[in-house]
């Protein structure tokens, strides 16, 4: 069955870092592209970074040069957070699709889009 974890969330003040993960299973993973997407309280979903399989990037620009998108060949995928502000407090998901197309497709649709979607982990920043 193909399912997605999220784990790596808690609080940080302004400027701290976290790292969050996302381990995949089933036949998730290889032939996916992968993204973080977030939701703060109140507000739509939000992509935030991006990577296919030939390791091409996208990011949004809220955090473009701030956040950091990688996978391993373990079937894991993270997200460096640096820089931390108040604004980028929601809550983080994992989620994967097939078909999405990371350089064609804005990022701004890509919530509408992805097929597999973990449970979220929280990222609080406290100012």
């Known amino acids: 069955q193909e399912q997605l974890a999220e784990s790596g969330g808690g609080s940080v003040p302004t400027g701290g870092s976290l790292k969050l993960s996302c381990k995949a299973s089933?036949?998730?993973?290889?032939?996916?592209?992968m993204a973080w997407i977030r939701q703060a309280p109140g507000k739509q979903r939000e992509a935030v970074a991006g990577?296919?399989?030939?390791?091409?990037t996208k990011y949004a620009d809220s955090v473009n040069g701030r956040f950091t998108i990688s996978r391993d060949n373990a079937k894991n995928m993270y997200l460096q957070l640096d820089r931390l502000q108040p604004e980028d407090t929601a809550l983080y998901y994992c989620?994967?699709?097939?078909?999405?197309?990371?350089?064609?497709?804005?990022?701004?649709?890509?919530?509408?889009?992805?097929?597999?979607w973990g449970q979220g982990t929280q990222v609080t920043v406290c100012s």
């Open positions: 089933g036949y998730i993973y290889f032939n996916n592209t």
């Open positions: 989620a994967a699709d097939p078909k999405v197309r990371l350089v064609e497709i804005d990022i701004r649709v890509w919530p509408t889009l992805f097929q597999y």
């Open positions: 990577m296919n399989t030939n390791g091409k």
